[in-house]
């Protein structure tokens, strides 16, 4: 499955990963539906019309990209191995576009110790989990079973 194909589950373009500046891998999000804490998210990173990497965001995609950079900078076994891969692509010319979808979601009214309250359920675990399995995207570690 390619980047047309993510298009069609209403996918669209949130921003990119950079090279900043200092030399450090960092990104930039333009559109400010995913620079938003309230909807859960799930991302795609893209090179080329290929889907690389998918992720959940469950305070929006700009906030989960944050929690990267800090692995990129050495937080994380993990992220430091993304950092690798991404700064090769960078460095070979390559653009690392970031797109962004909001997760479908439910509200389902529930008593909760006597008062009744209207409570949103997000669907970004099962949204995240469909991607990985029909993408199956090369930089994921998990969810490619």
């Known amino acids: 499955m ?14 990119k990963i950079i090279l900043n500046d200092k030399n450090k891998v960092d990104y ?6 995913y620079k938003s804490k309230e909807n859960a998210q799930v991302y795609a990173w893209v090179i080329d ?5 998918i992720g959940k965001a469950g305070k929006g ?4 990209l944050s929690e ?27 653009e690392i576009q ?15 110790f006597g008062e009744t309250k209207e409570i949103r359920y997000s669907l970004v ?3 995240e989990d469909w991607l ?3 993408f199956k995207p090369i930089w994921n570690s998990n969810g490619l079973k």
Do not use: P
């Open 28 to 33: 930039e999000i333009h559109n400010a539906v």
């Open 68 to 94: 990267h950079r800090g692995g990129w900078r050495g937080g994380s076994k993990t992220g430091v191995s993304k950092e690798k891969l991404i700064r090769q692509k960078l460095n070979a010319g390559s």
């Open 125 to 127: 675990q099962e949204e």
């Open 49 to 53: 019309a290929e889907i690389m990497y």
């Open 61 to 64: 995609v700009q906030k989960r």
């Open 132 to 134: 990985l399995k029909n």
């Open 2 to 15: 390619t980047l047309s194909d993510l298009l069609n589950y209403k996918f669209e373009l949130a921003g």
């Open 98 to 112: 970031v797109y962004g979808r909001c997760c479908d979601y439910f509200l389902k009214t529930v008593d909760l």
